[in-house]
């Protein structure tokens, strides 16, 4: 049976997108149980891996406006569903790093990727909207858990129980 692929460009952003953020939001969350004297390590790493996420993000993007996807198989409800988390996942790939960038700045702490060199921010140290940004940053993971789990649900609904070729797509 031939199975009609993604674009190599999208398999490949898929791919080492998830990758990333597997690595990046549990690292996110140990932070608050890390010692201080390496919490600050642990919050440049996190940072930096989220900032190389937005990036990518937006070529992804960029990618999916350039490129034709297969047409999803299955009920028009499955379709709906489908189209709605993987729109609620790239809304939310983008605005967790942007927030967790500026939230960063705006607590006074700049991002220097990596430690190689500090990343320029549209705001400075601005304590007065540091803790929103923190907070949209915090519930944003979440929900991007949530929709992980969503989207996981559904590899392992089709792959397992319906037993249908959409993972191999995305393969």
Do not use: C
């Not at 010692?35 to 900032?51: A, D, I, M, T």
């Not at 409800?77 to 996942?89: D, M, P, S, T, Y």
């Not at 960038?101 to 320029?120: I, K, M, Q, R, S």
């Amino acid at each position: 049976m031939r199975v009609q692929r993604y674009p190599a460009t999208t398999r490949i952003l898929h791919w080492a997108i998830s990758a990333l953020v597997l690595i990046t939001w549990p690292l996110g969350f140990v932070i608050h149980f890390i010692k201080n004297e390496s919490s600050l390590s642990f919050y440049n790493v996190h940072e930096s891996f989220g900032f190389i996420i937005l990036w990518l993000m937006l070529v992804r993007v960029g990618n999916k406006l350039l490129t034709r996807s297969p047409e999803h198989e299955g009920p028009a409800i499955e379709k709906f569903a489908a189209n709605a988390v993987h729109g609620l996942l790239y809304a939310f790939l983008i605005i967790m790093p942007v927030t967790g960038f500026l939230a960063t700045n705006a607590h006074g702490f700049p991002l220097e990727w990596f430690g190689l060199f500090e990343v320029w921010s549209p705001i400075g140290k601005t304590p007065s909207i540091a803790w929103t940004l923190s907070g949209i940053h915090y519930w944003s993971a979440w929900i991007l858990l949530a929709l992980f789990a969503l989207h996981i649900g559904a590899v392992l609904m089709h792959h397992v129980i319906k037993r249908d070729v959409t993972l191999y797509r995305i393969l």
